[in-house]
């Protein structure tokens, strides 16, 4: 004999599962369209002004949660779900196996799989070709009035393009004009200069040798 059970399990097996499937959800599509960690991190991106690495944990730990959930769910309901499968797949009139319907839940969960392996085999591909992108932390070093102009990967890790104006004793307004006029980057006085490389869309070292010439040319009046 079946045990029974209170009446509140249910609906709060039901409530819990419906907030745990709402976050899942979301923090799944935040991430899917999210940029990588790095470049989320240096732009600061948000969506719906949570962070990228706050999402991350939010579907990790709703996706655990979902495991124990859906098993109390599926062990509570499971003679409804047993009879209501039956119910599907076997012909009323003739009690014999419905082949158009066993067929079509087949065909559901064999869709629902495939796409799962689809999308995982591509996020692996997608893995392997940017595992071997890294970055050297070499240094672009240029003279200039007796003056050494260095850029470096670590400078550009931590350094505003205000700080590294000030470093080298230049207006960071002219250095924004020199920039833009001259090589067509975008910037900001207070925008990391890693950030503004990603948001650019350039090559590290383009834009080390870049950023040391502007400076050099700001140096000379120009």
């Avoid at 979301?26 to 002004?49: C, K, N």
């Avoid at 200039?144 to 670590?154: A, H, K, L």
């Avoid at 230049?170 to 490389?197: H, K, T």
Wanted: net charge negative; charged share 20%.
């Amino acid at each position: 004999m079946a045990m029974k059970l209170p009446r509140w399990v249910r609906p709060t097996i039901d409530v819990l599962l419906t907030i745990d499937f709402i976050v899942a959800a979301l923090s799944g599509i935040a991430l899917y369209f999210a940029p990588s960690g790095r470049i989320a991190e240096v732009t600061g991106w948000t969506f719906l002004g949570i962070s990228r690495a706050l999402w991350d944990a939010l579907h990790i730990y709703f996706g655990i949660a979902m495991v124990p959930l859906v098993g109390i769910h599926i062990v509570v309901n499971l003679a409804p779900l047993v009879n209501q499968v039956k119910a599907m797949i076997r012909d009323r009139k003739t009690k014999s196996i419905n082949v158009k319907a066993t067929l079509g839940l087949i065909l559901v969960v064999m869709v629902l799989i495939g796409g799962a392996v689809a999308y995982t085999w591509n996020s692996i591909e997608g893995e392997e070709d940017t595992s071997e992108i890294t970055y050297e932390d070499t240094n672009t070093t240029v003279s200039y009035d007796n003056t050494t102009i260095e850029i470096t990967g670590s400078m550009l890790k931590s350094y505003t393009l205000e700080q590294i104006a000030q470093l080298y004793d230049v207006p960071v307004d002219e250095l924004i004009r020199v920039l833009n006029e001259d090589y067509g980057i975008e910037a900001q006085a207070d925008e990391l200069l890693e950030s503004i490389e990603i948001k650019n869309e350039l090559d590290r070292e383009v834009f080390k040798d870049m950023l040391a010439e502007a400076i050099i040319k700001v140096k000379e009046g120009g």
